[in-house]
């Protein structure tokens, strides 16, 4: 079966950086379009980044200029590269993918989250 394993979170203080990952394990036959959400308390799960399957990106308006994503299709990795962040980027960030696995079934996937603080 198909995992999603995120790493890489943590506390920051405000203008410091992070980066994110996001690894895919399992019978994967191939691997479209990944994203980066978040969600902050008592808020709603929001989109940040996502990545196509040919590397056409799209952010949300808040993180644009600060935030890049990437992805590694030799490892099945998925990365978040956070610069100059801010207290409000604090939340824990999901990574989610649309796989397609062994048997051909197109699913889509959630890992466990990773929580990022941005505080002095």
């Known amino acids: 079966q198909v995992q999603l394993v995120e790493s890489g979170g943590g506390l920051v203080q405000p203008g410091g950086s992070l980066r994110l990952s996001c690894a895919a394990s399992?019978?994967?036959?191939?691997?479209?379009?990944m994203c980066w959400f978040r969600q902050a308390p008592r808020k709603e799960r929001d989109l940040v980044a996502s990545?196509?399957?040919?590397?056409?990106?799209n952010y949300v308006d808040s993180v644009k200029g600060r935030v890049t994503i990437s992805r590694d299709n030799a490892k099945n990795t998925t990365y978040l590269q956070m610069n100059s962040l801010k207290p409000e980027d604090t939340a824990v960030y999901y990574c989610?993918?649309?796989?397609?696995?062994?048997?051909?079934?197109?699913?889509?996937?959630w890992g466990q989250g990773t929580q990022v603080t941005v505080s002095s």
């Open positions: 989610f993918g649309n796989i397609v696995n062994h048997h051909g079934t197109l699913s889509t996937y």
């Open positions: 990545i196509s399957s040919g590397g056409s990106t």
């Open positions: 399992g019978r994967i036959f191939s691997i479209n379009a």
